[in-house]
C-alpha cells in the first residue's frame, strides 16, 4: 500500500483495499484532473507572487505540473489507493519536485476549494460542449424549416388533427425550445463561472492569498464572496442538471415525434438508414432505434437530477462527503446530453420529409373547419361560437358541404347561410389549406410568408448565440495563456 501523504499524522495504519477503492473518487476524478492540475499551477503561481513559497520551490512545483499538463500525468498519479485526483497529484509532485517542495503546494488550500474550483471549470468545459451540439441542431432545424415554408401538413391537438400548418412552423417550433435552452445554459454558465479557490476549507485563512489573481488566471469573472457558500453550494450543478434534463426532454418530444412520423401509419418521414436498425427475425423491419435510444437518455438524465437533489437536501454547511458521490451523476447527464445533441442533428439533418402525404392529411379530418367558423364571423357577422356550433354540428352530421351545413345552421341557429350567399365554391375556397395559410395574420402563425421571416430571425438568433458561445471560449484560452505567461516569467526569472 502506498503512503498516504494526508494521513499519515492523525490515523493510525492503512485501510482494506475494499475500503480505499470505496471512498476513493479517482475514477470520477479523470474528469477533473486536467482542472487539477491548472488550479495547482495558479495557486502556486500566486503564493509565489505573495510571496508565501520561495522562487526554488515554485519553480520545480511549476516545471512539473507543465509538464503534466503537456504530456499528461504519470499512471501513478490515479493510483486508487488515494482518496482523488488532488492527493494523487500532490503524491506525484511529491515524487517529482521532492517532498519538500511538494509539500508547500498546500498552504492555504483544502481539498474543498479545490474541487469546488476543479468542478466548476470542467463544467464550463461541458456546458460549451452541449451549447456547440444545441447549435448543430437549431442549425439544422433551421436550414430544413428553410426548405419547407410552404409544405403545408396538418397540425395536431390531442394527437388528433386539428388544423393545417407548415413544416417551417413545426421545425421552428423545436427551435425555439433549443434556443431558450441555449440561453438558460448561458445564464448556468454565469453562475458557474465564479472562483471558490482561497475558501480554503470554508473559513478562509491568515495567509494573504490573492484570489482575485487566481480567478483571472482560471478564467472565472470573480472569486465567490463567501468562503463557506463557496466549498458547501453545489446549487450550480444542480442547476446545470436541471438544465439538461429539460433539454433532454425537449429532445425526447421530438424523438417521439420523428418516431410517430415514421410509422407506417403516418408517413410523414423516412429516416436515414444509418439512423435505423432491423429486426433479427422480420426482415420487412426498419425501426427508428437511435431515436428511442435517445428518448430513453432523458430517463437517464432526469435520473441522475433527481439523485442530485436527493443528495444535496440533507446536507448541513459546509462540506461533506456526500457531495463527492454527487459528481458522477454530473459527468454521466453530460455524457448522454452531449453525445445525443450532434446525432439528433444528423437526424433532422437527413431526414426524408414525405412532402405529399403531408399535403394530403393536411385537410384529413376537417382540419379547416375552424376556417369556416371564422369565415361565418368575418362575412356574416355570426357570434362565433354559433358559428362554431354550426360547423360542429355539420361535422356531425358528415361534411362541410353547403347542404349540410345550412341544415345544421337552420337546426341550431334557425339561420339560412345560403341566402346570406354561401355557396359551394366559397366554402372550397375558404376551406383550402393553402388559402387558410396564406391567409393567416397574427404574429407566429404558419403563414409561408411569415415563415420565410422566421427562418431569417431563427438565423440571426442562432449566429448571436454562437458569437457569445465564442467569446465564452476566447475568456477560457486568454485566460490560460495569461496563466502561461506569468509560469514563462517565473522560470524565465534568475531570482
Ligand atoms: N474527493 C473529494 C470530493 O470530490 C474532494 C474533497 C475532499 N475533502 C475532504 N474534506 N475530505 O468531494
Not at 134 to 142: T, W, Y
Not at 238 to 243: G, N, T
Not at 292 to 307: D, N, P, Q, W
Amino acid at each position: 500500500m502506498a503512503t498516504d501523504q494526508i494521513r499519515s499524522g492523525r490515523l493510525e495504519g492503512g485501510r482494506p483495499a475494499a475500503v480505499e477503492q470505496y471512498l476513493s473518487s479517482m475514477e470520477a476524478d479523470k474528469q477533473i484532473a486536467s482542472s487539477d492540475i491548472r488550479v495547482d499551477i495558479a495557486h502556486i503561481l500566486m503564493l509565489r507572487k505573495q510571496n508565501l513559497i520561495d522562487a526554488e520551490s515554485a519553480k520545480k512545483l511549476l516545471k512539473a505540473l507543465m509538464g503534466y499538463l503537456e504530456s499528461g500525468l504519470p499512471a501513478d498519479a490515479f493510483n486508487v489507493t488515494r482518496e482523488d485526483i488532488h492527493a494523487g497529484i500532490e503524491a506525484q509532485l511529491m515524487a517529482d519536485a521532492g517532498s519538500d517542495a511538494g509539500g508547500r503546494m498546500h498552504l492555504g488550500r483544502s481539498r474543498n476549494d479545490e474541487v469546488a474550483t476543479c468542478l466548476r471549470m470542467r463544467t464550463r468545459e461541458l456546458l460549451i460542449e452541449t451549447l456547440s451540439g444545441l447549435f448543430e441542431v437549431r442549425q439544422a432545424l433551421i436550414s430544413r424549416a428553410e426548405e419547407h415554408t410552404n409544405t403545408i401538413m396538418p397540425g395536431f391537438t390531442h394527437l388528433q388533427h386539428a388544423q393545417p400548418t407548415t413544416l417551417a412552423h413545426y421545425l421552428l417550433a423545436y427551435e425555439s425550445l433549443f434556443a431558450r435552452d441555449t440561453s438558460r445554459l448561458f445564464d448556468a454558465y454565469s453562475r458557474v463561472n465564479i472562483s471558490p479557490l482561497g475558501s480554503a476549507a470554508f473559513a478562509g485563512t491568515g495567509f494573504p492569498l490573492d484570489r482575485k489573481l487566481t480567478a483571472e488566471y482560471l478564467g472565472f469573472t470573480d472569486p465567490m464572496d463567501n468562503s463557506m457558500d463557496a466549498v458547501a453550494n453545489r446549487d450550480f450543478i444542480a442547476e446545470s442538471l436541471s438544465d439538461l434534463a429539460i433539454l433532454m426532454v425537449n429532445i425526447s418530444r421530438m424523438c417521439e415525434e420523428l418516431i410517430l412520423w415514421s410509422t407506417s401509419f403516418v408517413r410523414f418521414v423516412n429516416l436515414n438508414d444509418a439512423y435505423c436498425s432491423t429486426s433479427s427475425i422480420m426482415p420487412q423491419k426498419k425501426n427508428p432505434d437511435t431515436l428511442e435510444i435517445m428518448r430513453a437518455k432523458s430517463a437517464a438524465v432526469i435520473g441522475e437530477l433527481t439523485a442530485a437533489l436527493t443528495l444535496i437536501k440533507s446536507l448541513p454547511m459546509s462540506y461533506n462527503r456526500d457531495l463527492q458521490d454527487l459528481n458522477p451523476h454530473l459527468w454521466n447527464a453530460f455524457a448522454q446530453t452531449n453525445a445525443s445533441l450532434p446525432i439528433l442533428a444528423e437526424i433532422i439533418s437527413t431526414a426524408e420529409f414525405n412532402v405529399p402525404v403531408m399535403k394530403k392529411q393536411a385537410a384529413a379530418g376537417n382540419t379547416t373547419a375552424t376556417e369556416l367558423a371564422d369565415f361565418m364571423v368575418r362575412e356574416y357577422n355570426i357570434p362565433f361560437r354559433t358559428a362554431h356550433n354550426i360547423v360542429g354540428r355539420a361535422v356531425k352530421l358528415g361534411s362541410l358541404e353547403l347542404d349540410v351545413v345550412e341544415t345544421a345552421a337552420k337546426e341550431l341557429a334557425n339561420i339560412s347561410l345560403k341566402e346570406k350567399g354561401l355557396t359551394e365554391e366559397t366554402i372550397k375556397k375558404v376551406l383550402h389549406p393553402a388559402t387558410i395559410l396564406r391567409e393567416k395574420k397574427s404574429f407566429g402563425s404558419p403563414n409561408p410568408k411569415m415563415m420565410k421571416k422566421a427562418v431569417k430571425v431563427a438565423d440571426i438568433r442562432l449566429v448571436q448565440d454562437q458569437v457569445t458561445g465564442d467569446i465564452l471560449q476566447d475568456q477560457l484560452r486568454d485566460a490560460d495563456e495569461k496563466m502561461k505567461t506569468a509560469y514563462r516569467n517565473l522560470i524565465n526569472d534568475s531570482e
